[in-house]
């Protein structure tokens, strides 16, 4: 078993920043993960992801604003998201893929509201 707990929502304008970080019970070495996101009336979708060989996925509207990155040593996974537009807003929930027995882990999802 492994939990996971989002840190880092919260309230920003247009245009701003915010990190959200996710940390791990155990280690994550062995975690393909990443961070989902739901908005109101709509399905939970991929925004980005990292497998064990730290490679990176993002969902197009993503690339290239948003970033994750992982800290092993800290069980921790953050994403950096920059020029945040309205559209963003949503619970974000971090997750992970355990590459051993293909388990899923999900957090409890941290809000994020991109409001002027």
């Known amino acids: 078993q492994v939990q996971l707990v989002e840190s880092g929502g919260g309230l920003v304008q247009p245009g701003g920043s915010l990190r959200l970080s996710c940390a791990a019970s155990?280690?994550?070495?062995?975690?393909?993960m990443g961070w989902y996101r739901q908005a109101p009336g709509k399905e939970r979708e991929l925004v980005a992801s990292?497998?064990?060989?730290?490679?990176?996925n993002y969902a197009p509207s993503e690339k290239g604003r948003f970033t994750i990155s992982s800290d092993n040593a800290k069980n921790t996974q953050d994403m950096q998201m920059n020029s945040l537009k309205p559209e963003d807003t949503a619970v974000y929930y971090c997750?992970?893929?355990?590459?051993?027995?293909?388990?899923?882990?999900w957090g409890q999802g941290t809000q994020v509201t991109v409001s002027s």
């Open positions: 997750n992970g893929r355990s590459v051993v027995d293909a388990n899923v882990y």
């Open positions: 155990r280690s994550i070495s062995s975690l393909w």
């Open positions: 990292m497998i064990t060989d730290k490679t990176t």
